[in-house]
């Protein structure tokens, strides 16, 4: 397996740092979702549009979810893993052959 930036579903792109309902509007439900413990993170709110965005880290941590979802486009094309750290599009594995 190896990571990639982005995956196509049919004609839709999902891409790294993609919400979870962007990416289930896009690509339809997963056919498995896993969750795969907690991430401890500090908060990080950002501000602002362009080049006069900045981000500020919140004081304290925050435990985030870590799920892995998996979508089988069938036996000829390979499973697709995306790995969510919260409601965010964290990685995306390319899989075995589906079934």
Partial sequence: AFAEDSMRCGSRLVTRGD????VRSLCGEPTDVALHGYTRRAPVYEYGFGYSRYEYHGPGWVDLPIEIWTYNFGSHKLL???RF???????????????
Avoid: C, F, M
């Fill in 19 to 22: 919400a979870k309902h962007k």
């Fill in 80 to 82: 697709r893993k995306l």
């Fill in 85 to 99: 750290v919260g409601d965010e599009l964290d990685d995306i594995e390319t899989d075995g052959y589906g079934y």
